[in-house]
């Protein structure tokens, strides 16, 4: 999570979760996390996302079915989150520029940080740059819609669109699936949304990855980290190098009972 001067919070694929169970509490069903996934309350959600993230594979069909579910559930208590749904912005925040109201585009969140895809989900209104001039101006404690434009694609229609593109990549990836592949290939791709996605949940993510080890990152992802830290894409460029600064930093964050959630 970067943090900048001007205390805007960029949004950032992952955060801290929240204090982890004990070894000896059995796992909640999965469909009972995802009950409390479509809650309002925005510390519940976060708390059922987490725990879905770490369910990895299991999880996907879960919230999958949630892109039928044409529902808004209004988030309730989320302080200085800066999203679509907010109502005012206070000049700092987390951008998370995905419309969390809407129940299939909160699932869609929820798929693309847990797979590293990007299947289309998220909003183009909330823009970094127009936030920072914003605060620049003194525009505090302000409507959020006096800073951001309103959006011209419908959560309908972005859903739409984006819930196809999973159905495929579901049907042709089930099978052979694992979080771990998917952190590969994210990192292998051409698009640095996935790049920076997986770059950043190396850096700071605690949810879980199956076979994930610091044998398996020197030999399997570190390489494909420097060849990142030369990217054209100042962002992907930068969150390489930090990462490869840090050394193996990152794993012993990963193991820290006091920050993992699973």
Known sequence: MKRYSTCLVL????????????????????????????????????????ELESRQKEAIPELIA?????????????????YPGAETFYGHGYIMPYDLDYIPARAGWALE???????????????????FEATRRGQMDVPLSKVVPPDLTSREQRSGTATAQVEAWWRANAAGWTRLKALRNALTS??????????????????????????????DL?????????????????????????????????????????
Do not use: H, M
């Open 11 to 50: 949004f950032a694929v992952v955060l801290t979760g929240p204090a982890p169970a004990q070894p000896s509490e059995r796992l909640p069903a999965v469909q009972d996390v995802v009950l409390r996934f479509v809650q309002p309350e925005w510390g519940t959600v976060r708390r059922a996302k987490w």
């Open 66 to 82: 949630l892109l039928d579910r044409q529902e808004v559930v209004k988030l309730a208590n989320t302080l200085d989150l800066i």
């Open 113 to 131: 940080e847990l797979t590293f895809e990007n299947f289309g989900f998220k909003g183009s209104a909330i823009r970094e740059d127009a936030l």
């Open 190 to 219: 051409e698009d640095a949304d996935r790049q920076l996605r997986a770059l950043s949940w190396l850096r700071w993510g605690t949810t879980r990855c199956d076979g994930l080890s610091p044998e398996v990152y020197a030999r």
């Open 222 to 262: 570190k390489p494909l980290a420097e060849k990142l830290a030369g990217s054209p894409n100042p962002g992907v460029k930068e969150q390489a190098q930090l990462l490869l600064r840090e050394n193996n930093s990152w794993w012993s964050y990963k193991t820290d009972p006091e920050l993992r959630d699973w």
